[in-house]
């Protein structure tokens, strides 16, 4: 680590950086560039290439955000209106059943445990499974 390494730049010990840390260690990059310190000399500084303080440089006079955001996910196979539609033909489906529905309507294969997850979330927080 350098002796002149700004806050915010250093990393932590012991695994990846979070998305903070990474906004964190961006926005002290931009602090440096603002203050005339070269790219090269940033990136040193950062332990970053040169050219990702460029593409950071770049999106900042482009009026790009280098704030962190939250990652979007793996897309849902099946929409949640469809699924929403499915539900509301029987609302008393178990999970095997509405799987196989799933699978019989749109062709894709959901593991019935994850169907669960699915069917609480569709039938609110007030459902009661009634006894047996």
């Not at 440089?57 to 949640?80: C, E, I, N």
């Not at 469809?82 to 539900?87: A, C, T």
């Not at 033909?89 to 529905?101: D, K, L, M, Y």
């Amino acid at each position: 680590m350098c002796d002149d390494m700004p806050e915010g730049c250093e990393r932590s010990p012991g695994g990846p950086m979070s998305r903070e840390e990474m906004e964190t260690r961006r926005l002290a990059a931009v602090q440096m560039l603002r203050a005339g310190v070269q790219q090269s000399k940033v990136g040193r500084r950062c332990q970053v290439s040169r050219t990702t303080v460029s593409r950071w440089a770049k999106a900042v006079h482009a009026g790009k955000s280098l704030r962190a955001t939250k990652s979007p996910g793996r897309p849902p196979k099946v929409s949640p209106d469809d699924l929403r539609r499915l539900f509301e033909e029987r609302p008393s489906w178990t999970g095997v059943q509405f799987s196989e529905a799933i699978y019989l309507r749109f062709g894709v294969v959901y593991h019935h445990d994850r169907v669960g997850t699915i069917l609480k979330r569709l039938r609110g927080p007030k459902y009661k499974r009634r006894a047996a």
